[in-house]
Nanobody
């Protein structure tokens, strides 16, 4: 499975961006998908996840109420709508996916989001 994240860019605080993650290859059986991020000088952190059906979502407290995760299994796409962006949201965002088991085995290369004040 290959994952390709896109949609990052430069935005002012309070603005919005929409990230996308396209899955290709052996996507049959893809289960939970997620977004992580790594800010400069910090550890990678969980942002949001979505179940295979899309019926169960989870968010980090820092983004709850501002970010919305979704997925389209027909197009093998996952999106992250990011609203009310803050300077502290600046990071490289990575999409991840797993099949059976708890570990995210598949990772995209990341897309950079920069939020200016």
């Amino acid at each position: 499975v290959q994952l390709q994240a896109s949609g990052g860019g430069l935005v002012q605080a309070g603005g919005s961006l929409r990230l996308s993650c396209a899955a290709s290859g052996r996507t049959l059986g893809l289960d939970e998908m997620a977004w992580f991020r790594r800010a400069p000088g910090k550890e990678r952190e969980f942002v949001s996840s979505i179940s295979r059906s899309g019926g169960t979502t989870s968010y980090a407290d820092s983004v709850k109420g501002r970010f919305t995760i979704s997925r389209d299994n027909v197009r093998n796409m996952m999106n992250l709508q990011m609203d009310s962006l803050k300077v502290e949201d600046t990071a490289t965002y990575y999409c991840a996916a797993r099949k059976a088991g708890p570990t995210y085995r598949y990772w995209g290369k990341g897309t950079l989001v920069t939020v200016s004040s």
